[in-house]
DNA sequence: ATTTAGCACTCTCCTGTTGAGAGTGCAAAG
DNA sequence: CTTTGCACTCTCAACAGGAGAGTGCTAAAT
């Protein structure tokens, strides 16, 4: 990204009309020429001189014009020097904060509360919602629990991270009594409790090596156990962190109604992968993060937007959470949402602790 | 439904032309002229002679022409008539079987297994899966657990008829140890486990009443927490009982491909219960059921058929499973496939207990 | 040195027309 | 009962023409 257009290097004036060109853009849709600009515009200069402006700004490459008499219409980057130095971005009506607070009440239950988030999102922009569920990088153990549920079939119960269970079947080689899992789990606990699940399942390997020496019944039972328990493919089903709402919103928007290129799109957020990528770009940069168009480097994104920002607990960074929709999107209403709620996760998430 | 239509009031010709028809519409999407019949079917008859009969067909309901000059299509009517009486339903190829036998192993992971089948009943499809997992209207407590996890906050984890695992965070009103929760857990699950659940929750109010009296702390701790662990909205959330899967398939229809509809259809498919009103007609019926355009009530399912089947263990209908997609669709494979996937669904829910 | 007016030009989009093609229904003949 | 013949209807694609919008360029005006 070299060819960094600098607003400096545009006159005032090109700047103005720039700027009345995109936002009439966006509330229209359709390509503005030079005589609605001049209207609109409360310079007084004529079309003639609008059209020179213009075609300096196209030269640039912030403007496009679909055909001959058709008027322009910004260019990704265009969009991306609106969004920079242009926009300005206006505060939420208080209402719509407190709407968002409302949905956002913190909630025992952590997956509803992240199901909510995304649907807010959706339900307030009109556009998609996404959130990304926090990485389970560092998973602390918290406890274990086994449950006998028939003849060598037991169910074990993880909590990891105080807030997240999760639970697989395994199948024994005998069948174990209650208490004989009582036992077990307690033991496990005891040792293995509160740290890290990477570690846990590191110590359980040296475990079962130095097993073949001793003999002690019950705790060689509960190794296996443990074995079994978690050697299971380790993180939980990778298409699970994502958590969509509002695709449909997506239908009404005109420049995307081509049923073809719906279909990818839709496509690409089934399979979570391209998307999931996109934002963990967004994690690690700093603050709100706009892809624009083709910069999001997707052909199936390039007509649209995404706007996201990471949200965090105690400094801490756990997600991203973020809107997609059409590059001709409201982003002085779309930005602040997406801000004022990841910051509101943030804080739901924080009194959970 | 009275205007039920008897084969037997049809001539064997007229009969055999229909089937003709329909099999051509099926196949090429295009209305069916009595030209290309006449062709098509190796009665030798001429176009005319295949007018009139078409011409009574369209008279009883079967036939519709979208305009004069544009050859007939089935109505739902003809679509019914079709299916019920004149179907020969395709025996699928041995490796289709295995296929599907391939994507439905059992596996210990409950809800994989379920996800599983959506996705293959869409992929083999190529119309859209959708599977509503078992009603949980009896839910036996097999197992309860506390675990603490941080001031007056406590996770308690349910297991429900041996492969659900619920879980929900109650806030208590002091904090207990771990050997307090651990005593509490012991005692509920002495007292309630193997019961059902709703009568758990009645025995719990029973309780809390007859506490009054009693001073055993303990016990009294125990009853409070159970009170506030099954207090919960009962059932889990009424939308997550339904997983659908290839929903962008119906993109490629061509009946569907109009954006608008599209858009109420998936909606349909998200806010989940006008379909899960469907499949819970579909439960009863025993056997495979077809709603069929109009026939299902819903006006987003006009142009679309639901091929439905319950599937069930030990002769317990658990669920219903099925497909959706135009209703000019290859009954002839859908048919035996959704039929297939019910029965192996339940032979693989079978072994897992 | 800008800005503006004038003008020729281009392109889309809408509208109407036309003819081909497909299919129908009906009446009369086989 | 079936077929032939025929007039009729309707869609669809192609084409043409005109309105409208917008442009770029040049020359005049400020």
């Not at 009594?177 to 890290?196: P, V």
């Not at 937007?305 to 949200?311: D, F, L």
């Amino acid at each position: 990204m070299v060819s960094t257009t600098d607003s400096s290097q545009l006159s005032e004036r090109s700047l103005y009309l720039f700027k009345a060109l995109v936002e009439h853009f966006i509330e229209d849709g359709t390509p503005v020429g030079s005589r609605t600009l001049s209207k609109d515009s409360n310079l007084n200069l004529s079309p003639a001189s609008i059209r020179n402006v213009m075609a300096d700004l196209e030269d640039l490459g912030l403007l496009h014009s679909p055909h001959t008499s058709a008027g322009r219409v910004p260019t990704a980057k265009g969009y991306r020097l609106f969004v920079d130095s242009l926009l300005r971005v206006n505060d939420l009506k208080s209402d719509e904060v407190q709407k968002i607070a409302r949905e956002m009440a913190p909630d025992n239950d952590y997956s509803s509360l992240m199901q909510r988030t995304s649907s807010m999102l959706s339900n307030i922009t009109q556009l998609a919602g996404v959130v990304m569920l926090p990485r389970t990088t560092q998973s602390k153990l918290r406890h274990i629990e086994f449950v006998s549920l028939s003849t060598n079939r037991v169910l074990v119960v993880l909590i990891v991270n105080d807030r997240e269970v999760q639970n697989r079947i395994i199948n024994t080689d005998k069948t174990y009594t209650t208490s004989e899992l009582q036992q077990i789990s307690n033991y496990l606990n005891d040792i293995y409790a509160g740290k890290d699940l990477t570690a846990v399942r590191a110590s359980i390997l040296d475990e079962l090596e130095k097993m073949k020496e001793e003999v002690n019944q019950s705790m060689q039972s509960a190794i296996e156990m443990a074995q079994m328990a978690f050697n299971n493919d380790g993180t939980q089903n990778e298409g699970d962190d994502l958590l969509f709402s509002g695709q449909t919103n997506l239908m009404d928007v005109e420049e995307l109604c081509d049923v073809d290129k719906l279909k990818k799109l839709f496509e690409t957020f089934n399979q979570k992968r391209d998307i999931l990528h996109l934002l963990e770009q967004a994690i690690n940069a700093d603050g709100m993060q706009i892809f624009i168009g083709e910069e999001s480097g997707y052909d199936v994104l390039d007509n649209c937007s995404v706007v996201t920002s990471p949200y965090e607990v105690d400094g801490e960074i756990l997600g991203v959470l973020g809107v997609i929709g059409p590059t001709r999107m409201h982003y002085e209403r779309v930005i602040p949402i997406v801000d004022i709620t990841a910051k509101m996760l943030g804080v739901a998430l924080n009194l959970k602790n």
